[in-house]
């Protein structure tokens, strides 16, 4: 990423999920989303390839016809571009990243540190294997750093969680 990406003009100053791609679910859920887009939105590095850099960025990510898309406006609300991104790449790291997911939570209560913390190891390498291919998907698109795809790669699982 380039020092471009550390200028307020180059970040996202908000983050939304679509209501109607994530539907009802529990309070834990919902604070779990929320803590997500507090940290993206405390730290990140953003840039939409191609435009101008007269950011800072409002990012709204929906699901629609089996597509991710990322809906890019400057602060104001004009209109910057929208991607739409496939999900059949991300069908298996996110099915995946939430088998590891179950198996940790349950884990929390029963199993030894020792365990706790490989089943951990395994869920943040998925983490990572996610945010690796969002960012390969964004790539032309939209610049990000490895942390904010970490972040962004949250969110997109957020638009799974159903409790």
Known sequence: MTDKAQKPSTRLIAVTLDEASIGHSTPDIEHER??????LV?????FPCG???????????????????FDIKREAGEQVVQHHLSLT??????KDYFLVCES???????????QIEAIDMGRRGLHNEGSELLRERLKDKVEVD???ARRLFTLVCALHWKG
């Open 89 to 94: 790449p991300f069908r298996k790291v996110v």
């Open 51 to 69: 435009d101008p850099g007269t950011g800072p960025y409002a990012l709204h990510i929906s699901l629609m016809d089996n597509r991710l898309v």
């Open 104 to 114: 940790y939570y349950a884990a929390i209560r029963t199993a030894s540190p020792s």
């Open 146 to 148: 490895f942390d904010t």
């Open 34 to 39: 929320a803590t997500a887009i507090w940290d």
């Open 42 to 46: 405390e730290d990140n590095a953003f």
